[in-house]
């Protein structure tokens, strides 16, 4: 296994269109994050799965925003509308449900909103 | 809430020295873990060093240590022998052991220059 991966790992759109992210966590972490991150600053709880069950949507999470992890493997995240605002770096983290708290991350998808 | 404070934007050192990152948080837990983050430029964040409230004892991995004081809610990292390859955005990172999605909490990051 090679590590978290993320598609595509740049995404320009323009204002208004809607976009969709991938995320492959290490096939036996059965927890999955989302984390949203601007230039100059950490990264922003955005929201969280184990397995397939999204337990937890941080409030950053509009009603443009939705995730899925369909039978608790791979996961999309999807924005609708964009606007320049959303322009950030998503990371994507997995970790095992037990043992270590180690979060492991993908290389992120940029996503720039002109 | 909690809260992760990282006050130096960014830091240099020449390569081969020592350099220590400050990291400050707020909670009302007594019982949590922290975390040092290395993001490197264009790459993936990964983990340097884990410390445990619960433990006295300062975490070390290889040339990477923690000063860990409790009481005054601090967390620094310390590098020892410094390298071209340690230049990156170190994040310091808190995470709760009563929030049960196991969210990460960070700072804003230092910016590590290594001066060859």
């Known amino acids: 296994d090679t590590g978290v991966s993320q598609d595509p790992r740049h995404k320009i759109t323009k204002r208004g269109q809607n976009v969709t992210f991938r995320c492959d966590p290490i096939s036996e972490h059965n927890r999955l994050y989302w984390y949203r991150q601007t230039l100059g600053q950490g990264p922003e709880f955005l929201t969280y799965?184990?397995?397939?069950?999204?337990?937890?949507k941080s409030r950053l999470l509009s009603d443009r925003f939705s995730a899925e992890r369909p039978k608790g493997s791979f996961s999309t995240l999807e924005i609708q509308r964009t606007e320049q605002g959303d322009s950030a770096m998503y990371l994507c983290a997995s970790s095992p449900s037990f043992g270590s708290y180690e979060q492991y991350f993908g290389p992120g998808t940029r996503l720039t909103v002109t | 809430a909690q809260t992760v404070t990282q006050s130096q934007p960014e830091m240099s050192v020449q390569e081969a020295e020592t350099v220590t990152l400050s990291c400050t948080y707020d909670t009302s837990e007594s019982d949590y873990y922290l975390f040092w983050y290395k993001q490197p430029p264009s790459r993936q964040m990964i983990l340097v060093i884990r410390?445990?409230?619960?433990k006295q004892q300062n975490a070390t991995e290889n040339r990477f240590s923690v000063n860990f004081q409790k009481a005054a809610k601090s967390f620094s990292l310390k590098i020892s022998d410094s390298q071209l390859g340690d230049a990156a955005m170190y994040f310091c990172?808190?995470?709760?052991?009563?929030?049960?999605?196991?969210?990460?909490?960070w700072g804003a990051g230092t910016k590590l220059i290594i001066k060859p």
């Open positions: 799965f184990q397995n397939e069950a999204q337990l937890e």
């Open positions: 410390q445990e409230a619960y």
């Open positions: 990172a808190y995470r709760s052991l009563m929030d049960s999605n196991y969210q990460l909490i």
